[in-house]
């Protein structure tokens, strides 16, 4: 059996079929075949939206990832609980809560337990290094300035 030329697979996955350099036994292992009884994509209800927001801030003492109960960044309590600890001017991106929650895991579960409707915010990570190892620009929302006084 000689190598064979790597053809994309333009829809194969969507119609069940595989291109036509596959024998029929590859073909019948990978075919993904939708049936009433058994569809590809499941229809799922809407999720609810998680209360809890996940925030990179770039501070002038370095970068922290929090964890809030606040329903927004420009949340003048959230704002003024930050400026309490010292934190009136930064960069903030929103970090999506399940990307945090899969790239933490356990200590995720952690610091996500102790946060409680009550509190203000909780720290997932405050070494800088780490965070940006484990996120890439392009996987945060746009960036937001603030200067408060």
């Known amino acids: ?21 596959h024998s029929p036994d590859v073909a019948s292992a990978f075919a993904l075949r939708a049936t ?7 229809a799922t209800p809407a999720a609810k939206e998680d209360p809890m927001k996940s925030l990179l801030l770039l501070t002038a003492s370095g970068p922290l ?20 600890k010292g934190i ?6 929103e970090v999506p809560l399940s990307l945090a929650r899969t790239r933490y895991g356990g200590h995720f579960q952690a610091v996500e337990s102790n946060l409680q ?20 620009f392009d996987e945060l929302g746009a960036p937001n300035l603030k200067e408060q006084s």
């Open 88 to 93: 009136g001017k930064f960069v903030a991106f």
């Open 65 to 84: 990832l929090i964890l809030t109960s606040h329903e927004s960044l420009h949340d003048q309590k959230l704002l003024e609980v930050l400026r309490n």
């Open 117 to 136: 409707e009550t509190d203000d915010l909780r720290v997932l990570d405050f070494d800088g290094q780490r965070i940006f190892q484990l996120f890439r």
């Open 36 to 42: 009433a009884d058994k569809p590809l994509f499941r």
């Open 1 to 21: 059996m000689g190598l064979r030329e790597a053809r994309p697979m333009m829809g194969s996955a969507m119609s069940g079929t595989l291109p036509p350099t």
